[in-house]
């Protein structure tokens, strides 16, 4: 049955899937401070998300869920390891890409636990600001985000003004703003954290949907129970290590 | 690209514009007081240039008569007048005081001139309404912002005089407006003491054994006459005749008559070089820290503003805004607070400059300025809040 909340991707104009690797990550470790109080956050992770797939990171806190989160956002630098995004090495042991921020620009998407919208721009701008931002012209920005906001069926929202949206609406166009740019791989952060237990399966189902329409590599990092069995993957992260878990990928009713 | 300041200042457009007009009322007080210094330089020009006067002839080593006491003998001018190069010569007094008027008192400046028409020197040049002075006593030219109209009496020590013309923006240099009154009844209206002074005197002066001679019975009665005239003015103005360079008439009458003279520039010189020098070097005071000010306040919105936007600059960051946009952001509008200060600065600082007492003069090039230092002093007071926006950590967006 189709899924009410997710538009048609033909309907979408979303350009046709292409082969895509995702995301590998290969005896990751990152370490705090130097000497005696030296901590270390991650001590050995591996992980490897297919494009189109949605995996789950689980953890207790304090177990380097964040850290690794920042680490694959290229917001700090790991310390040893090696991260393949899309076949392309981005570290090994250092950073192999010069401008991260263009990285996280163009590669990554971010959802986080709240919106985070920009309180100052209105739904279509929230979204259109990372093509700008990429150097796209203005009018080509707000027509794929129009189209993103279309997918995700809040098109109808596109000139309301974050306050004015509803929790879930204001996830939604967050996601939009993750996916506008056509990264290869999503990190979402506890995205379902504030929300009812029929959003926030809203929120992963439509993850699961736009991960299969764009080919896109998603990490969600999630503590929500309800959620969790919707997984057909999950890494746990225990004492900086990655454990690979088989998930029941519950089917969305 | 969109312009993030312009829509964030759109979203929160009443915390920016109120505290633009807030800026704006400091800047148009820093403006005020930059015409009032002007307007005192301005009067005090006026009032060289109105007294028609070419040469000012006062006391030898005095700056007088506007910066310092001169006393002149009320003959002097015969002497200057006859001095070649000077076409017209005329005593004139200066005194600050109290003149009663329609049940109040005024403080103002009377000046004593000698009856005649427009031209002569000290007499004022342009009269609004009404005539010159032209009898010997009893009548006054007075200054529209002394209040009086014309047919009105005032009351300048023991004498009552009538307002038969009024002059404008003849002040002095501290702003008092000027009476003009017959030159005879400002030396007795200097000089002049009250009935019981003036038989105390004469008592001192009969008991007196120099001045009571067996064989000169005149003397006492002579000494007495002396005593109850007011032989002195301040100053003698004097015009050029055509062709002589005021220069080379001061330097005979000082070399001939053992006087000081200024020229006209000099006697600015004086008025605004070293009597409002004081007043000059306060209003300077006052801007520097009506600036200082106007730049604290800016860089305490400026930081306010931003810091209360850290979650949404540490996203910027996160998804890739360079940090030059998020500093122009900051900048531009650091920078249009400054526009709307200006703005609002210069309108509040012309509807409210004609109700102070004094001229205030508002310069178009003190606004220039005035832009120009503002628009300085918020780039710099955005400086802090730029230098606290880039140091926000984009992984702050990220949970943890």
Known sequence: MADPHVADPRATGARAAHPRAGIRIEGLRKRYGTGDTAVDALRHVDLEVAAGEVVGLIGPSGSGKSTLLKCLGAVIEPSAGRMTLDERVIYDDAWKIRDLRALRRDSIGFVFQAPYLIPFLDATDNVALLPMLAGRPNGESRERAREMLRALDVEHRAAAMPSQLSGGEQQRIAIARALVNRPPVILADEPTAPLDSERALAVIRILHEMARQYRTAVIVVTHDEKVIPTFRRIYQIRDGRTHEQVGEGRAFR | ????????????????????????????????????????????????????????????????????????????????????????????????????????????MVVGVVSGGPGEPGQPGHL????????????????????????????????????????????????????????????????????????????????????????????????LASQSINPYVNAVLAQLAPGHAAEDVAAQIRRWKRLQVYTQSQMEEILIGKLIATSARQIGLFLVILAIVSAAIVAFIIYTLTVAKIREIAVLKLIGTKNGTISSMILQQALGLGVIGILVGKIAATLWAPVFPRNVVLDTGDAARALVAVLVLCVLASAVAIRAALRIDPAEAVGG
């Open chain 2, 1 to 108: 690209m969109i312009s993030l300041a312009g829509r964030d200042v759109l979203q929160s457009w009443g915390k920016f514009v109120f505290t633009g007009i807030g800026l704006g009322l400091l800047i148009g007080a820093t403006l005020t007081m930059a015409g009032v210094y002007r307007g005192m330089v301005d009067d005090a020009r006026v009032l060289l240039g109105s007294s028609g006067t070419d040469l000012w002839v006062v006391q030898l080593n005095t700056l007088g008569p506007y910066a310092e006491a001169s006393s002149l003998y009320d003959d002097t001018w015969r002497g200057i007048a006859s001095m070649p190069g000077v076409a017209r010569a005329a005593n004139v007094t200066y005194q600050t005081m109290q003149v009663r008027g329609g049940g109040r008192d005024v403080r103002s």
């Open chain 2, 128 to 223: 609004v309404a009404g005539r010159h002075l032209t009898r010997g006593h009893y009548e006054a030219v007075a200054d529209v912002a002394t209040g009086f109209r014309l047919g009105d009496t005032i009351g300048i020590r023991r004498n009552d005089y009538t307002i038969v013309g009024l002059t404008r923006r003849m002040v002095s240099s501290s702003g008092d407006p000027m009476i003009f009154i017959p030159l005879k009844d400002a030396q007795q209206a200097q000089f002049l003491k009250d009935n019981d002074a003036i038989v105390r005197q004469r008592r001192r002066t009969a008991e007196n054994p120099a001045f009571d001679l067996p064989g000169a019975p005149g003397v006492l009665d002579a000494v």
